[in-house]
């Protein structure tokens, strides 16, 4: 068999395909799969360091007043449970539960007139420090939710019915931080709880 002459033009096969229709489709779906996964991830990513900041900002107030307060309160020469605000204070009468949302600190149990007083505003959401010789009104914690924050223990944690001299004083609080202000108040998940507690005792029991 004679093979066509060698100086005949030969013809050369396309250098390249072009994707067909459903190749284009298929591949814009599985692209678009994948950038949506990518948002999904990043938007959760913001999700969860915004709630780890609510934490932790919520969480450092609550222990820089828990510091101050186990100070205050261990090197007290006598304390009350009771109840009030920034201008007035009732304790709790003997015989009854002594739990209230106020905790009055005395330096010196013999006078009456040195004190530093903790209550919770409950108007505000705040646990606030109170010193009335120097005229300190101090904001401790916020998105605090309890009112009753103070009570009086004894060493197995039964509520104690009068202010015995070796009772334990036990501080609790709530907090409910609206993490979406932009979405509407109600169930599904728009707040966060959680809850910070201590006991503490005086160092100097007669």
């Not at 916020?142 to 202010?163: I, K, W």
């Not at 709880?193 to 160092?203: A, D, G, K, M, N």
């Amino acid at each position: 068999m004679k093979r066509p002459p060698s100086n005949l033009p030969r013809t050369h096969a396309p250098q390249g395909a072009a994707y067909t229709l459903p190749e284009v489709m298929v591949t814009s779906a599985l692209l678009t799969l994948v950038i949506a996964g990518l948002i999904s991830f990043h938007l959760l990513g913001l999700r969860l360091d915004r709630i780890g900041r609510a934490k932790l900002g919520a969480t450092d107030e609550a222990r820089r007043s828990l510091s101050l307060l186990e100070k205050e309160v261990r090197e007290a020469g006598w304390v009350q449970v009771g109840w009030g605000d920034e201008s007035t204070f009732v304790p709790v009468s003997p015989g009854q539960p002594q739990t209230g949302n106020a905790l009055q600190i005395y330096t010196d149990k013999a006078d009456t007139n040195r004190f530093v007083r903790y209550f919770l505003d409950a108007a505000n959401q705040q646990l606030v420090r109170f010193d009335p010789e120097n005229g300190v009104h101090q904001t401790l914690a916020r998105f605090v939710t309890n009112q009753l924050a103070f009570v009086a223990e004894d060493l197995s944690g039964t509520v104690q019915t009068n202010p015995y001299n070796n009772r334990v004083i036990a501080l609790t609080l709530q907090f409910n931080q609206l993490l979406f202000p932009s979405m509407a108040v109600g169930p599904g998940g728009l707040y966060d709880f959680y809850q910070v507690r201590t006991r503490i005792t005086r160092r100097a029991l007669e």
